[in-house]
Structures are given as C-alpha cells and as structure tokens.
C-alpha cells in the first residue's frame, strides 16, 4: 500500500541532507511519496481541515520555541486557534512519529508532552503540577535494543549508535516501552541544557543532583514508546542526532516501522478504542 509521508523540521539545527536522505531512501524503497515542510509555515497541515492528506507524519521540528545560544529560550505559543487545529487533528486520527529534538516543541503548552510522552525543558518549567529543572543530556556510544514484540520492533536487532542521549521527564503511564539503551544514566553524565544555552557554553552545572528515576525527573532509558493522542496513533523514537544514526540500518528498519505502524488500520482502531482526551493550553 502506497504511503503519504510528510516530514517537517525546522526550529533546531539538523544535518538536513542525510536525514531527507534517510527519509527518502525508506520511502523509495517501500514505494511510498513523501513531502518536507518546515516550521513555522509547517504548522498549517497540522489542522483537521488538511485530514485525511498525509497517512504519517514525522516530526523532527521544535515549534513554539526561539533558541540562541548565550540567551534565555524563550516559549512562544501555540495561540487557542493553533493549539485547537492541532487537538481537532488528532481527534480524528492522524498517526505521527516523533522524532528526537521533536519531544522539546511548545514548551508553553503542558498538553504538547501528553501527546510526545515526554518533553525536553531547555529551561526550568512545569509538568503535571510539578516544577521542574531543565534537562540533560549528553553524547555518547550506546546499544539500542527492542524490550517489547510489536510492529514497530519487528526485524530489528540490537544495535550500536553514536547519538545524544537525554535526562527527560518521561511520562510512563501514557505511553507503552518498546526500546531502551545500556548508557550509564548517572546524572552527573548530563550538561545542564539551561546553563550551556544561557551562558553560551558549560560551566560545569550537571543533573547529578536529580534522582534517575525514569520518571518526572529523567534518568529513563527508554528510547522509544507508542502511544495514543486523541485518536491518533503514535510512536515516539527518541534518537535522531546526526548523520551516523540516520544511516544506520536499524534506525532506518525503525523509522520505516513507526511510519507503517501509524498509518495502519490496527493502529488506527486501537485509537479508536483508546481515545487520550489531550489537554488544550
């Protein structure tokens, strides 16, 4: 069955061409058609008045949120009228694939994290009724294995990347784990991403005084999950840094897989049973 891919990046600094490479070469093989939008003007095939044109849509973007390095990160929206288009897509259905820096978009709306099953804070922010610090993170070489049997583990073996690694609030009772890494996730390991961004580089301040407990507070070795949001299926897959990743033949198996998986008619239904009622800001 042909495929309707849209990719959308934009909002953080990506090798361009070998991740359009990777997603061009999935699709090619698969006979899929694909397409790429990027943010802001990305924004406007996330409304229900576009359903119905893309069967998945992968997001590697972070929207509401202006970054420079040696500045605070500033949240900037989603006004009621896009938050609202994006909830009305999703109640009627649209699969997604969230992709690494991609669970760090809308800082400003809590829900966005519902929808993700986790969110990167590039400044001290608020989750559930919790403050809570910025995260970490850290690069490093690690193994990538399948804990769960399900589509979008299906032929995929252990395998070794060099990718970053974060220290993130992960929301375990939204999403259902399929693939964790063996990296040591002691906190003192992690840059603060508030200090780096505002002082324009480290100056030593680490996560070592977070407890790593998979939780609120990071620490989780988790590194992909399904979901549902509203009636939509989807998977959350959280490497994606740079080129070695991109060409890696597992990663491609997954990307493929997580974009099957949400555009399928199992996913779809089980949606369906399973609405998640996603909070508007």
Known sequence: ?????????????????????????????????????????AQRWLTDELAGQWDAILLHDIP???????????????????????????????????????????????GWAEVTGARFLYRPGR??????PSSGYRLDHFTVSPIAEHPITAGVEPFEVDDELYFIPVL???????????????????????DEVTNGTSTGVTCA?????????????LQGWASTAGRSPVATLLMGDGPSTFANPMFRQL???????????????EAQQHPFAVPLP
């Open 255 to 269: 990307l493929a897989n997580a974009l099957e998986w949400v555009s399928s008619d199992e996913a779809h239904a």
């Open 172 to 194: 375990n009772d939204r999403i259902t784990p399929l693939l964790e890494q063996d990296a040591d996730m002691d906190g003192a390991l992690f840059q603060d991403t508030w």
């Open 209 to 221: 005084d977070r407890p790593a407990d998979g939780g609120l507070h990071g620490g989780s070795r």
């Open 127 to 132: 989750l559930r009724g919790e403050d809570l």
């Open 1 to 41: 069955m042909i495929r309707r891919i849209l990719v959308i990046t934009g909002g953080h600094r990506v090798a361009l061409d070998d991740f359009l490479g990777a997603v061009a070469d999935i699709c090619t093989e698969r006979g899929w058609v694909w397409a790429h939008a990027t943010q802001p003007t």
């Open 64 to 110: 509401g949120l202006r970054l420079k390095r040696g500045t605070e990160p500033i949240a900037e929206g989603p006004d009621a009228q896009t938050a609202q288009d994006v909830v009305n897509l999703l109640d009627i259905g649209q699969g997604l694939v969230v992709l690494h820096h991609a669970i760090s978009g809308w800082p400003g709306w809590e």
